[in-house]
């Protein structure tokens, strides 16, 4: 990987600021014995407001490796070697058929975070007519866990056009803010859901143990710090291979508090509600690819 590249965001609000953040927390908190490939990075934001949130997310020791500009989407693709698209999935037909942006973009490594839309569209609205001097697009789906490292990045396989050298760069900068898996294209709207929607979801049956216990006279707080260390026992547990349901199986004991718990869950049919979420949510993205 060559050292000293430009990292450029198109559009960097929730997610593009989190894998940011992440990515400078990660990289440039310590010094590491090899240099890194990127050494400065350019994030453009659509409105002054928006540039002026991400500014002040920035620790104040990584702010002279940024740039942070608002609606100056061609600039930004001029001047990056790589691009990252951050922007909302329905921008993206106006940002990349703005004019010079073919040149702009031209035999570059293009990096789409776009949830439902594939390289192969997205190449398209950059370069309608095929050419050899097309960008090389790849597509990486995090979550906001980047902001602290801990993202489920899912990356598409990588067309066999696409140097050796993008496809490590690309591993580099998600690998720094979690963990990287890739799959295949068909498999990629699904991973979306679950990686992204699962993660609001989840919050939703923890915020109902959170009010069960305020309930009960416990403080909010004092609840959240034992769901939490819970939550990651539970994974910690899972990681070792238990399948979930031996995990409930292990924990009940007759006549115990745990079985009530689980018997009041499964009386409301919760399980199979989460499945039905998955499925919605994939069936949309399906519908917008």
Not at 114 to 122: D, I, K, T, V
Request: contains cysteine.
């Amino acid at each position: 990987m060559a050292a000293g590249q430009t990292l450029g965001f198109i559009g960097c609000g929730n997610m593009g600021g989190a894998v940011l953040n992440g990515l400078l927390n990660s990289a440039f908190s310590t010094k590491s014995a090899s240099p890194n490939p990127i050494t400065c990075f350019i994030a453009c934001t659509k409105t002054a407001s928006s540039a002026s949130r991400l500014q002040t997310s920035i620790a104040p020791q990584h702010q002279q490796l940024i740039k942070i500009v608002f609606d100056q989407t061609l600039q930004t693709m001029q001047q990056a070697d790589i691009i990252i698209l951050a922007c909302k999935p329905f921008m993206a037909e106006a940002v990349l058929s703005e004019e010079g942006v073919r040149d702009a973009l031209a035999g570059k490594l293009v990096i789409s975070m776009l949830a439902g839309q594939s390289c192969e569209a997205l190449t398209r609205l950059i370069n309608p007519d095929p050419s050899p001097e097309a960008p090389h697009l790849m597509k990486a789906i995090p979550n906001m866990g980047a902001q602290f490292n801990a993202s489920m990045t899912i990356i598409e396989t990588p067309a066999p056009t696409i140097p050796s050298s993008m496809v490590a760069i690309t591993e580099w900068i998600f690998q720094h803010v979690g963990a990287v898996k890739y799959l295949g294209a068909e498999q990629i709207g699904l991973a979306t859901v679950l990686v992204g929607a699962t993660m609001a979801t989840l919050t939703l049956p923890i915020e109902g143990l959170l009010d069960g216990c305020v309930a009960e006279g416990f403080k909010r707080g004092d609840a959240m710090e034992l769901v939490l260390q819970g939550i990651r026992g539970l994974s910690a547990v899972l990681e070792s291979g238990q399948h979930p349901a031996a995990v409930r199986e292990s924990i009940s004991s007759p006549r115990g508090c745990t079985i009530q718990t689980l018997l009041s869950l499964e009386k409301a049919g919760t399980r199979s509600d989460f499945a039905e979420a998955i499925v919605r949510g994939n069936t949309h993205l399906k519908e917008k690819m």
